[in-house]
């Protein structure tokens, strides 16, 4: 998911992941960012964020309102820190599969292998960037080392996708273009700041029971 402005629709701020049909998750900066606000403010933001999927054949656009707050505080140990979750506006279309998150344990992510997509500034259509993961810092968040180019702006607040298995397993939080590093918040520390999104990436149950199939059920029923 790509966030943007609410005061200029036109400038991407950072982006998300879409973890179920109505809510994307991101980093509490990026939502700050886009509403005018402090990340440290211990209340969440109100107000209307533009929220697009870019990536579809058919690009979807609605807004996302923050519903679930964890602001970005002073690094003294683990706590989970700058997350925001955004409850959009309108229901994702079908085709925009909810990510799955993958949590792993500390020691599980040196040397695995990620890949992310963004979208720095000058570069509209986006982007994607390879990397691999060393570890975790003293905050908690996972080192990523990027192969090639940079990742920084319009980064902030996408998935860590892995291959085998096809998931999310974090999201970038941090950049310092110079040195090609990068910092992911591990899904692990996704659900302990959100507990529902342990389950959230499951697929919806097409299936009715004994209940009938009307109009709204075409992308599950037709023919």
Not at 8 to 35: E, F, K, M, N, S
Not at 125 to 147: I, K, P, S, Y
Not at 196 to 212: F, G, I, M, Q
């Amino acid at each position: 998911a790509r966030i943007g402005s609410a005061s200029d629709h036109g400038q991407t701020i950072g982006c998300g992941l879409l973890v179920t049909p109505r809510h994307v998750i991101t980093c509490a900066h990026v939502a700050a960012q886009g509403l005018g606000t402090e990340a440290t403010d211990p209340q969440a933001p109100a107000g209307n964020l533009p929220v697009d999927l870019p990536l579809l054949e058919h690009p979807f656009r609605t807004i996302g309102r923050v519903v679930h707050w964890v602001p970005v505080r002073e690094a003294t140990n683990k706590d989970p820190e700058d997350i925001a979750v955004l409850e959009l506006d309108q229901e994702a279309p079908p085709e925009a599969e909810p990510a799955r998150l993958i949590s792993k344990e500390p020691n599980e992510y040196t040397g695995l292998e990620v890949h992310c997509f963004g979208f720095p500034a000058g570069i509209h259509e986006g982007v994607r960037r390879h990397g691999t993961c060393r570890g975790e810092n003293a905050r908690g968040w996972v080192q990523l080392d990027v192969a090639r180019g940079s990742v920084a702006g319009g980064f902030s607040g996408t998935g860590a996708w892995t291959r085998t298995p096809d998931g999310a397993v974090g999201l970038v939080v941090a950049a310092r273009v110079a040195e090609r590093y990068a910092a992911l918040i591990p899904t692990r520390t996704l659900f302990v700041a959100c507990p529902e999104l342990d389950t959230s990436w499951r697929p919806r149950n097409p299936y009715k029971s004994l209940n009938a199939f009307g109009p709204e059920d075409h992308a599950d029923f037709f023919g």
